[in-house]
């Protein structure tokens, strides 16, 4: 089974710009997230999708958003960049809500976002 | 805010057991501990979860305190491969949180030679 896919692997953009990150989950796993990480951060929760709705929202302004089509493939949008959004971006699957004895999530290798 | 405290970093020599720790007094019945760990430039990967009782597989052992405010990662045999920044978290398994991970410093794990 293939893994969680996303591109680009590496982008670089200029401040005010915005950029569209995409990530494609395990087959049949309903639940996508996403997770910012920098070095003085640390890894941060975004938001997760599940079912083409927004489930939970992290602590990040409104130039984050995202979106889930139907067959669960997600992406991510950041508008007017900023050079602090410069972090690996991380997509996450699962296989679905509800109380699941294996409710492990899945990662991607990220994609790299530089703002210059 | 992480509800996990763990030490910033460990070594650990090749071919021993690396034993992690991981404080979380304020964990409530509900919820489960969760080990994963990133290799440099990786995604995370995940390692093991438990509730109360102690769990094992091809990876590592979770043990968990009775009180269960705190649990130790075990490696039995570490490899270099093993070097990886290890993070614990706690969360529940309701619907509504199963997308959502808090992730602390970690501990950063140096297998060394």
């Known amino acids: 089974k293939a893994g969680v896919t996303q591109t680009p692997r590496y982008l670089i953009k200029t401040r005010g710009q915005q950029v569209t990150l995409s990530c494609s989950p395990i087959s049949g796993h309903r639940s996508v997230s996403w997770y910012q990480q920098t070095p003085g951060q640390g890894l941060q929760f975004l938001f997760e999708y599940f079912s083409e709705t927004q489930r939970n929202k992290g602590n990040f302004p409104g130039r984050f958003s995202g979106r889930q089509f139907s067959n669960s493939r997600s992406e991510m949008n950041v508008s007017t960049l900023e050079l602090g959004d410069s972090a690996l971006y991380l997509c996450?699957?699962?296989?679905?809500?509800?109380?699941?004895?294996?409710?492990?999530?899945?990662f991607g290798p990220g994609t790299r976002l530089t703002v210059l | 805010d992480a509800k996990t405290t763990q030490p910033p970093s460990m070594d650990c020599a090749e071919g021993r057991a690396a034993n992690l720790p991981c404080n979380h007094s304020t964990i409530s019945g509900n919820e489960y501990v969760y080990w994963y760990r990133q290799i440099h430039s990786q995604g995370p990967q995940y390692i093991i979860h438990?509730?109360?009782n102690n769990e094992t597989n091809e990876m590592a052992s979770l043990i968990i305190t009775e009180d269960r405010k705190s649990s130790t990662l075990i490696l039995p045999h570490a490899t270099l491969r093993d070097t990886a920044v290890y993070y614990c978290i706690v969360r529940d398994h309701g619907s509504s949180n199963t997308g959502k991970l808090i992730f602390g410093q970690g501990t950063t794990l140096q297998v060394k030679p």
């Open positions: 996450a699957s699962s296989l679905a809500g509800g109380l699941q004895a294996n409710n492990e999530q899945f």
């Open positions: 438990g509730l109360k």
